[in-house]
Nanobody, 120 residues
């Protein structure tokens, strides 16, 4: 069974930085995409950034130039470096690994979520 464990959330002042991590455990043969999503209070869960196995990245317009997604393939871990944080970045952040193959089938997995709060 594959599980994702997130860490790195917390409280930070506007303009500060945080680094989120999401590590997958279990027997994994391949991961197609690694991504981060967030859900702000009263809003739907939106894409923040995604990284494909080929190295392509895609960012939400609101975080371009401030957030960077990266990975450690050997450790099945994805990171989200968040700089110049703004109060509107406050949300629960979720990692998602897409197309995870651990046997015959592939499926998606979600992390449990980590709270990021940016004070003004």
């Amino acid at each position: 069974q594959v599980q994702l464990v997130e860490s790195g959330g917390g409280l930070v002042q506007a303009g500060g930085s945080l680094r989120l991590s999401c590590a997958a455990s279990g027997s994994i043969l391949n991961i197609q995409t690694m991504g981060w999503y967030r859900r702000a209070p009263g809003k739907q869960r939106d894409l923040v950034a995604v990284l494909t196995s080929g190295g392509s990245t895609n960012y939400a317009d609101s975080v371009k130039g401030r957030f960077t997604i990266s990975r450690d393939n050997a450790k099945n871990t994805v990171f989200l470096q968040m700089n110049s944080l703004k109060p509107e970045d406050t949300a629960v952040y979720y990692c998602k690994f897409g197309g995870v193959q651990s046997g015959v089938w592939a499926r998606d997995y979600w992390g449990q979520g980590t709270q990021v709060t940016v004070s003004s």
